[in-house]
């Protein structure tokens, strides 16, 4: 089963652009990342699947539930972390996990206590004491603690220190080995590429590719690192060059063998020719798309 389905989905707000069209699959068990700059439309999309604004036109499911009629089942099932948590300022940790599984009708003091334990989060404290990086522990906890069949989380690193973030993900990868789907939204190309089955690179409300991580690593694109030089000869289908002392990097997307025979005349010190980094072809993909 699809844990997400979209035909044609658009939100438009007046003359502005929200998201256009949008035809999007996440298989249920998959962990699944939402990838685009700031304003690409990634909260939208969010936003839209979970109810929260209505679709101009088009049609989206969750498990097989419309979006648009069966709002509350497909929550019920859900977890949610927002991009920016809010919560009243006066209220205790714990107070606001509660209140959160109590919205739920749900018991979930076992595993709020594991998930404030892994996350070194103190549930006596009020949330005015609490930096940004602890006000997303709170967020975490209150999207996880009730086992969601589908987790949904915006920007979920922003704030975390490197070590918090490491562990959140570790988090994440257990939920999912225990069948929770996991789709996340992120800038951060490296932490997709690390810990992301499948991705969709969303750009101007609209999807670009979406695809297996791995297939999308696997381009005619190369990057191409060469020492000993310090310019670089006329050379067809290069992109994004960039100097250093006496190296030079570039993306090559031509012949593999014209691009040897050129280098052959050259008088490099090294070569290196490898798959270009999910960063970089998502730089591709927004360029072939411009």
Sequence with gaps: MNAIHTEALTKSYGKARGITE???TVEEGDFFGFIGPNGAGKSTTIRTLLGLISP???TAEIFGKS???????????????????????????????RFSASLRR??????????????????????????????????????LQ?????????????????????????????YNQNGTTIFLSSHILSEVQEYCEHAAIIRDGRILISDSTKKLGHTETKRVTLKGLTSLPPLDHVKDIQYQKDTIRFLYGGSPKELLCRLATLPITDVTITEPDLEEIFMHYYQEDL
Excluded: W
Aim: with cysteine; proline share 6%; aromatic share 6%.
């Design 146 to 174: 009730h086992k969601p069949r589908l987790c949904i989380l915006d920007e979920p690193t922003s704030g975390l220190d490197p070590l918090m973030q490491r562990e959140f993900y570790s988090i994440l990868k257990e």
């Design 56 to 58: 101009t036109s088009g």
């Design 22 to 24: 949008m035809n999007l």
């Design 106 to 143: 749900m018991d979930c003091q076992t595993e709020a206590s594991a998930l404030c334990e892994r996350l070194k989060l103190d549930p006596q404290k009020k949330i005015r004491q609490l930096s940004l990086g602890n006000r997303k522990k709170v967020s975490i906890v209150c999207a």
């Design 67 to 97: 979006i648009s009629s069966q709002k509350t089942e497909i929550l019920s099932c859900t977890g949610y972390m927002p991009s920016e948590a809010f919560f009243y300022p006066n209220m205790k940790v714990g107070e606001v996990i």
